[in-house]
């Protein structure tokens, strides 16, 4: 194949091209958000059902007196007993229940509970671990009664003490809720991170002893040291592909927690101090903390220089219900707050006099707000058309400078106002991904732009593309899927005229259990598994270029197996080549080149292997790139090795 380039740009390369959608799928809690304390998930692993009941830090949204409720956490000592109470002077109206520690008279020994985080905590030496929690006692203790010791500690599996900080419980504690905050840093790595944090009692009176306990919390060291932020290995993974923006809050979690209106993604019981967000029951069958809520989120997009793609709920559940008319209008109402909780100016509005009471009184940088998700005809009542319509125009009015993302189908139905992008998802198989790069080259090109917020090759059954492992689905991403999302990707590149911003879906999934399969980045408690399609989504954004330039057009049917893009950094005049080579065979390429002095020594970035081949946690390296120096000049040969994807940069005066 001979692939002549053209000399002259045809387009930019939008800076926005390459970036992440994010939402809590196995992906926040017990993920990125860096809370360690907490839930095991509802884990529908797709072949199998694991029902690991959530019990979370706060023990919001459960059902109190149930073992459900405790599930997360385990008594220390069989005379301990504890339960999850609605407690009768709750730590917040947003925490109504509480864990209640009972102890019997002349109990003796260490008492009290453990959680075991994640399918496990990590813990490292010399490493420091926020440790808090609140606790009340209910009745003072009898005069004489001592003074209870309590005691926070990170235990490893075999028992032993990695750190430990111990302090008298306050016994005029009754009043009220005492805050405790204490740094354990371990001394020595425990072998595995098969660890728990406990929360003990000792030396307490022979009558017995009872306290509730809140919002208990262990935190590891952060990204960028974010107070209540996001674990630092995944999010430097994350940091690695460079992302230009990030979507959130979903994705189906933003439609609907528990699939009915009443318990939609709610942006202010996600901002503030953590005692005031009640959690909720997240779209994928678990509770979600709303820890990482919308100004962690913010923060975040700041401190991984990505511009937030912010969705904002249009009224549709996924149970099919939605609001529409009249009922509309607290809904726009909620969505301008929330728009001004983002850019709005603290002396006008309440939602950004908000922002500026928790320490950020400069707005946020904010271009492009998403209406809904996946809210298409077919899967919503056929309301779109008069949602979006009350929405937008409300939206616009209020904020002409903001780009409004529809999610429907761009064929139907009509909206008005006329949407100016459109986010398109596409789940398919590898072989759909590796033979169609051509998906948007047929687009009238007639203004409107588009955001391609969710690709990934699923599967390898073109006919069940969302069902179980047997039928085809892939746990992790292949080559084979990962070549062609690369082919796939060429074509946004030839098409990025129209499409703006792209990104793999579903970003994070904690491997021991989760709601969706394959994910970009998997997870443990003390790992992070980098896939093909990470290595894919890497390699193009760190080689992006910022113009297009034609070059002969790769075969577009169904037969084809190689496809590329040429693109180009205007500042340095650097090329760079893309390649997809899907077929079972290496593929014999010549690039004829417009210029007169071409380097004779590129760098060829390549990723191949079996085409069923997956990074796994037992196989985490199986497949990454590899770099070489390869020989180039005005005209050149490269062979594209079977079932690969190849970068090839090289200096161009
Ligand atoms: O069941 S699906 O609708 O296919 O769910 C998909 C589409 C939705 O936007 C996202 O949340 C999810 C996985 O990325």
Redesign the pocket.
Known sequence: TTVSVSASASHAIPTTLYGQMF?D?SSGDGGLYAECNNFLFFSALLFTVRKLVLQNRAFQQVTPNTADALNAWTSIGSSASITVIADPSPLSSALPNSLLLSIPPDASGELGFANGGYWGIKVAANTDYTASLYYRLPSALPNGAGSPILTLALQAEDGTRLAAHSTPLLVNATEGWTHISAVLTPIETPPSTANSFTVTVAGFAPAGLEVHFALLSLFPPTFKGRVNGMRADIAETLAEMRPAFWRFP????LEASGQTTATRWQWRNTVGPLTERPGRVGDWTYVNTDGLGLLEYLLWCEDMEMEPFMAVWDGYSLDGTSITGAALEPLIAEAIDQINFVIGDPATSEAAALRASLGRSEPFALTYVEIG??DNVGRAPGTYASRWNSIVTNLTATFPQLHFMATSLTTTPVLTPTPQIYDI?L?QTPKFFSTDSFFYDSFVRNGMTFFEG?YAATSTNNSNL?GTPDQGRLLWPTVAGSVGEAAFMTGLERNADIVFAASY??LLGHVNGSQ?TPNLVGFDAGNVYKSTSFYVQKLFSLNKGDEYLPSTLPNSSTSGTLFWSVTRWNSTGELIIKISNSAASPAEMTFVLPFETVTTMGTAQVITGAGTASNTPEEPNLVTPTTAQIPTGATFNYTAPAISVTVITLSVQ
């Open positions: 939402e799928i979903g994705g189906n979690n998700n996946e998802h789940y969710e969302f879906a579903p969706w």
